[in-house]
């Protein structure tokens, strides 16, 4: 038995799936009133991450477990988790953790979270993905009302990844041996600036799509609105400052699953009726 945390997000949600499909039983943890949500053929178990000793009855007895990182208390359901049976643990974290960069807030929590994985006594297995193709999904109202769709940062290359990829690694490291004390940098097989992604968008639209670049100083006005303070200066530490670069294309996902990574446009065929 495997449980995944986060079970009806969009790297939870593929994680379940690819699981069920290599025929490996399931706990998928939702939210009360998000049940339904959860991917057929999993079995959803009420849980919330913010409170770990809700996700008890999750872990009794399981062998493995995706965990999503951030979480306060994650060391408890560590304990949680490795009273209960579980073996081994596979970690969604993020491409900063490695630069050990403590001021920023957002590394900050990957970085702890990944030491709490690593000090819980379970075999673990960390995975650092690059920025998600789901991300554009923040262009489906702008697509909805017009042609023109602005972002930050718009500059920014990024090797994008499928978050279908990410759940297909997890699945592959919760499932077969050897995965063990790696941690994987995980990415798409391009990089890709917004532009380049809209443009992908435009073509499988039939659409003529525009890109606005957002300013710096009104995107930290319209993110501020949105999110804390410090993620939206970890942000602006990663994509103006430059201190995250998500361009270079590794061969991780193809080593792993054997085939090639999936494209952006592979993603947005796949999603292309919520933009439409």
Do not use: C, K
């Amino acid at each position: 038995m495997i449980v995944v945390t986060g079970a009806t997000g969009n790297v939870g949600g593929e994680v379940t799936g690819a699981l069920i499909a290599a025929g490996a039983p399931v706990r998928a943890v939702a939210r009360a009133g998000r049940e339904d949500a959860v991917p057929a053929g999993a079995t959803p178990v009420i849980g919330d991450l913010n409170e770990p000793e809700t996700l008890a009855p999750a872990v009794d007895g399981a062998s493995g477990l995706f965990l999503l990182p951030g979480y306060p208390g994650i060391e408890r359901l560590l304990e949680l988790a490795r009273d209960g049976g579980v073996r081994h643990v596979v970690l969604l974290s993020g491409a900063s953790a490695g630069s050990g960069d403590q001021s920023n807030a957002i590394t900050r929590y990957m970085i702890a979270s990944e030491r709490a994985v690593r000090e819980s006594g379970l075999a673990w297995t960390i995975l650092r993905p690059s920025m998600f193709a789901t991300n554009s999904l923040e262009w489906v109202n702008a697509l909805r009302e017009g042609d023109v769709v602005t972002a930050p940062f718009a500059d920014i290359r990024a090797a994008v990844i499928d978050p279908a990829d990410i759940g297909a690694v997890a699945a592959h490291a919760l499932t077969t041996d050897g995965h063990a004390g790696q941690t994987y940098r995980l990415t798409g097989p391009e990089a890709l600036t917004p532009a380049d992604r809209l443009a992908v968008l435009a073509d499988l639209l039939g659409r003529d799509l525009t890109l606005r670049s957002r300013p710096n100083d009104e995107a930290r006005v319209v993110m501020e609105a949105a999110l804390p303070q410090e993620y939206v200066d970890a942000f602006f530490d990663f994509y103006v400052a430059g201190n995250l670069d998500e361009s270079p294309v590794l061969p991780t996902v193809p080593d792993l699953l054997g085939r090639p990574a999936r494209t952006f446009r592979d993603w947005a065929t796949a999603h292309l009726d919520a933009f439409r």
